[in-house]
Every structure is written in C-alpha cells, then in structure tokens.
C-alpha cells in the first residue's frame, strides 16, 4: 500500500523539506487527494473563468504540483497555461497529461521565479498554506502580474487559521493596489474534512 502524505504535510517547516515531501507523494498524490474528493482545482479554474474573458490569454499554474490544476483550467476552456513547480518528481507526473504549453522547475533560491508581466493571470491552487507555499508567494506571485493581471487562488482552513495568509492578502486589497474580486468558501478535501475559501484578485498597481 503506498504511503499516506495528509498525516506529515502540514509538519514540514523549511521549503527543501517540503519539496523532498513532495517528490516522495508525486507517484501517489492524485489517488491519495481523488480519494478525498480534492474540490480545488476546478473551483479555482472556473473562479478564474468568470473574470477572464479571453481563455488565450497566457495564465500560469503556479505550484502546478501533478497537473490537476491544468486539467481544470483545459476544462474551463483555457488554451495557454505554463506550469511552474520546484518539484520535479510532481512536473514529472503532469508532463504526460498535454495540457501545459510549456512546464518549469522552479528554483526556490530564486526570489523572483516568475518573468515579469509574462502572464494575464496566476493561479495557485491549494499552493499557498501551511505545509506548502509560504505567505510571502502572495506578494511573489501579484509582483509578477501586469497592471490588470488577475490572481486566482485558495487558502484552506489551515491557512486561513493561520493568518498571515489572509493578512498578506488583505495588505494588497487595503492599500488599493489590488482589488477583491471574489472570497468564496467552499469545497476543498471533504474526505479530511477541511474547506477552502477561493478568492480571485485583480491587480491594480
């Protein structure tokens, strides 16, 4: 029987530890998440789809894990999305599902992994929270946006009780330089009980 990853995710402290996590669930991520019912993706990419109008419009799937997230957004009908993630055990696993045009390893020595203004959107789901992306990916991630962009994303209850999550959102909506969208909670692993809210940002600034 293969290992069980939901018991150790959310104990992992440093971002090396985290990606040697991940490398080691990337054969048996996607039945591990099927089997509880992983609602994130497809909500975050229909989120996305209700904002962004031109589904060309090159989007990047950040923290792309095994591609579920790029089926999600294929579904919802986008045709140009990159994938970016630092483990490459997981890119591994999403390469063969074609629905990336192209697919990166991020290094997470890089403090600025993402080509400025290169994409009309980022998503990033069930990336950001405990066990995962820091808080500091909020400001990572809306940096990269052009003026415009849109920012689609979760933060599961973990994250949201954790704070610094929300609140590194917040300090973007606050001051102006980005807008809220949308903040809905819903579905995200209802087999480990837990919710996410899944918010879309457009930045202002």
Known sequence: MPDKFFDKVYDVNSPEDTRALYDAWATSYETEVAENAY?????????????????????????????????????AGFTNVDGMDPSA????????????????????????????????????????GPGAAPAGTVDLVLRALPKGGYLA???????????????????????????????????????QNIKAFVYVLEKKK
Do not use: F
């Open 39 to 75: 609602a994130t993706p497809g909500r975050v990419a229909r989120a996305l789809a209700g904002y962004l109008d031109d589904k060309a419009a090159p989007v990047l799937d950040y923290g792309c894990g095994t591609g579920l997230s790029g089926v999600a957004l294929q579904e």
């Open 153 to 191: 994303l979760s933060l599961n209850d973990h994250a949201i009780a954790a704070r610094e999550y929300e609140t590194a959102l917040n300090q973007w909506i606050d001051c102006g330089a980005a807008g809220l969208l949308m903040r809905k909670y819903g579905a995200h692993l209802p087999g």
């Open 89 to 128: 055990d997981m890119l591994a696993q999403a390469r063969p599902k074609g629905v990336y045009r192209a697919l990166h390893e991020m290094d997470l020595d890089d403090p600025k992994p993402i080509p400025a203004e290169s994409y009309r959107a980022i998503v990033c789901a069930g990336v950001i």
